[in-house]
């Protein structure tokens, strides 16, 4: 059955809609544009002075004339920001080269962790760890607690009670009365 053509003018104008109030706003912001925002188009070209119209030339404000100035650098430009290594990204390599140099190439890398990041406890257990194994006992067991110190300050309580436990039990480090070294 064919559409008749009211019915087809209607389906048509309901297609389109969106598009013709688009257009009908469009004309209406148009024609209403000094009254909307005057503001907006107080710069627009009007008639040319002396048409008879518009504003007279010595009605127009003037710009005082200032010559050009270029801006001279005044000391050194700073010099670009160095990138700042995370804490973990360095503890990985202290890591690595702990495993592939051995620990006397690991050890300064963790001390230079520590003196960048006093803050880090996982940097202090693991030289901590690296100064156990070569048998450093006392400076170990000063490491391991600034390690727990800092691990309840950061609220990782669950660890700080399981390397306190360690550093109770013995388990290779002597405890605090004992002579170990």
Excluded: C
Aim: glycine share 12%.
């Amino acid at each position: 059955m064919r559409a008749t053509w009211p019915r087809r003018i209607a389906f048509w104008f309901l297609r389109h809609l969106i598009l013709l109030t688009l257009l009908g706003l469009a004309a209406w912001g148009y024609l209403w544009r000094d009254a909307l925002l005057p503001e907006w188009f107080a710069n627009e070209p009007g008639p040319a002075p002396g048409d008879g119209e518009g504003v007279s030339a010595s009605a127009l404000p003037t710009r005082p004339e200032q010559p050009f100035r270029p801006v001279s650098p005044v000391g050194k430009l700073p010099e670009p920001a160095k990138a700042v290594i995370p804490v973990s990204r360095q503890l990985q390599q202290a890591r690595r080269a702990y495993w592939t140099e051995g620990a006397e190439s690991a050890e300064p890398l963790y001390r230079q962790i520590i003196a960048g990041h006093p803050a880090a406890p996982d940097a202090y257990g693991e030289l901590g760890n690296l100064l156990l194994a070569q048998g450093r006992i006392t400076e170990a067991r000063a490491l391991f607690g600034k390690a727990v110190g800092l691990l309840e300050l950061e609220g990782r309580s669950a660890e700080a009670g399981q390397l306190r436990r360690y550093l109770g039990h013995g388990n290779g480090v002597a405890p605090k009365g004992a002579s170990n070294q």
